[in-house]
C-alpha cells in the first residue's frame, strides 16, 4: 500500500481524545472522503446537480453536518441560543424539520420515532463471523445499512420528499455524504458482546448478551503510546478509529500545538493527501455491474465487517462489566493491545486501514451520487 509520503508527515500529535481543545477535528475523515468526492465531480454535470441541491454547499462542507445538529440535541433545534446554517436557509428549515422528526434518544419530543443517532451505524456482532443478513442482532430498519438506500430513494424520486423522516432531497444528499464514510468506519458497522461472566458471545444464541456499541464502551491501551500526563483521560476504542486513526495520517511525534495553529498545519497536507486520494484510483473500489445501487450499502457493509473482526481480535478485553448507560444497560471495560507478533502494532495497521477506507469512500462517493442524480 503506497503510504503518505514521509515528507509531508507532520512531527507532531494531537489526538482528538487526548486534548479535549482538537475534538474540532472530529471532522476530518467525514471532510476528506466529501473532498475527494467533489474532485472526482469536478466540470461534470452531477456536480452542478448537487451544488443546486445543496444551495453552493461543497459535499466536504456537507459531509459534516449529520454530526453538527447533534449539537442541537441539548436544547433543541428551536432555542434561540442554538447555531444556525445562517447563509443556507432553505437548508437549515430543512435540517431543523429532519432533527424534529428523528429526535436525539430518549428526548421525549417524539415518543416512537427513530433517533438520528442511530442513522450512523450498525452493531453487527464480529463473533462468530457473519454477513448483514445471516443474523439480527445489533440491525434495525434505522440503521445505517437501511438509510443509504432510503436516501439514494428519495434522491431518485422512488421516495417522496414529505416522508415521516422529513428527509428531502437536500438532506438525503448530506446524509449520503456523511453515511458513506460512516459505513467505511469499521466499528461503525461491527461490535463485540459479551455475556454476564465478561466472555465473549453470539447475541443471537444468548439474548442476555451485552454489546459494546462498536468499541465506544472500551477504553483503549496501545503498546507503543508514551504514559498519559495528569488529568488526560483515556481514549475510548470507538475515538481512536474516528480521531486518532485519521489524525495519524498527518501527525507523528507528540507535541503539544494550539488548536489554530494544528489546523494552519494541516490544512496544506490535508490538500495534498485530497489531491492524491482523488486521482490514484483505489483497489476494488468498484461495485458488480449487475448490483442496483439499493444494495450497495449492505455490501459495503459486509466488506467492513471482517476488518471489524480483526480490529476487535488484536485486542484482549478485561475487567468486562455491565454498565448502565441511561434506559440501557452495556458491556464495559478495557481494551489492551495483544502483543504485535508478526502483525504490526495496532495503530500502524488501523492507520493503513482508515487510509484505504477513506479512499474508497470518496470514490464510492462520487460514483454513487453520478448514478442517482
Not at 443546486?52 to 461543497?58: E, V
Not at 429526535?103 to 463471523?129: I, K, L, Q
Not at 473500489?285 to 442496483?292: D, F, G, I, T
Amino acid at each position: 500500500m503506497k503510504r503518505f509520503p514521509r515528507s509531508l508527515l507532520l512531527s507532531v500529535i494531537l489526538t482528538a481524545l487526548q486534548f479535549p481543545g482538537a475534538q474540532a477535528y472530529a471532522p476530518l475523515g467525514h471532510e476528506i472522503v466529501g473532498a475527494i468526492a467533489d474532485e472526482r465531480l469536478a466540470n461534470k454535470a452531477t456536480a452542478t446537480k448537487i451544488r443546486a441541491l445543496l444551495d453552493g454547499l461543497s459535499l466536504e462542507k456537507a459531509s459534516v453536518i449529520a454530526d453538527e445538529i447533534k449539537g442541537w440535541d441539548k436544547k433543541g433545534a428551536d432555542d434561540p441560543r442554538s447555531f444556525h446554517y445562517s447563509a443556507h436557509r432553505n437548508i437549515d428549515r430543512q435540517l431543523r424539520d429532519f432533527w424534529r422528526a428523528n429526535p436525539p434518544p430518549r428526548s421525549g419530543a417524539n415518543p416512537g420515532a427513530p433517533s438520528h443517532h442511530w442513522f450512523h451505524y450498525t452493531d453487527v456482532p464480529v463473533v462468530p463471523a457473519q454477513r448483514y443478513r445471516d443474523g439480527h442482532a445489533g440491525r434495525s430498519k434505522w440503521d445505517i445499512v437501511h438509510m443509504i438506500p432510503f436516501c439514494v430513494q428519495i434522491l431518485q424520486g422512488r421516495v417522496p420528499e414529505q416522508n415521516e423522516r422529513r428527509i428531502t432531497k437536500a438532506v438525503a444528499l448530506i446524509l449520503l455524504a456523511h453515511y458513506v464514510a460512516d459505513i467505511h468506519q469499521p466499528l461503525h458497522v461491527g461490535a463485540e458482546y459479551f455475556d454476564q461472566q465478561g466472555r465473549v458471545a453470539d447475541p443471537d444464541k444468548d439474548k442476555s448478551a451485552l454489546r459494546d456499541e462498536g468499541g465506544n464502551t472500551f477504553t483503549l491501551e496501545l503498546s507503543d503510546e508514551p504514559p498519559r500526563r495528569r488529568g488526560i483521560h483515556k481514549k475510548k476504542l470507538h475515538g481512536f478509529w474516528d480521531y486518532d486513526a485519521v489524525n495519524a495520517l498527518f501527525l507523528q511525534e507528540p507535541g503539544t500545538l494550539r488548536k489554530g495553529d494544528m489546523q494552519t498545519l494541516i490544512e496544506p497536507h490535508k490538500k495534498e493527501l485530497i489531491r492524491e486520494l482523488a486521482t490514484q484510483e483505489p483497489n476494488n473500489w468498484r461495485m458488480p455491474p449487475n448490483v442496483p445501487v439499493d444494495s450497495y450499502a449492505e455490501i459495503w457493509a459486509d466488506e467492513i465487517l471482517p476488518i471489524a473482526r480483526e480490529a476487535y481480535a488484536r485486542l484482549q478485553f478485561i475487567d468486562v462489566h455491565p454498565q448502565q448507560e441511561e434506559d440501557r444497560i452495556l458491556a464495559a471495560g478495557e481494551a489492551v493491545e495483544k502483543p504485535a507478533a508478526n502483525h504490526g502494532v495496532y495503530h500502524v495497521w488501523a492507520t493503513n486501514v482508515v487510509r484505504d477506507e477513506l479512499h474508497k469512500a470518496g470514490w464510492r462517493l462520487a460514483d454513487l451520487l453520478e448514478k442517482i442524480l
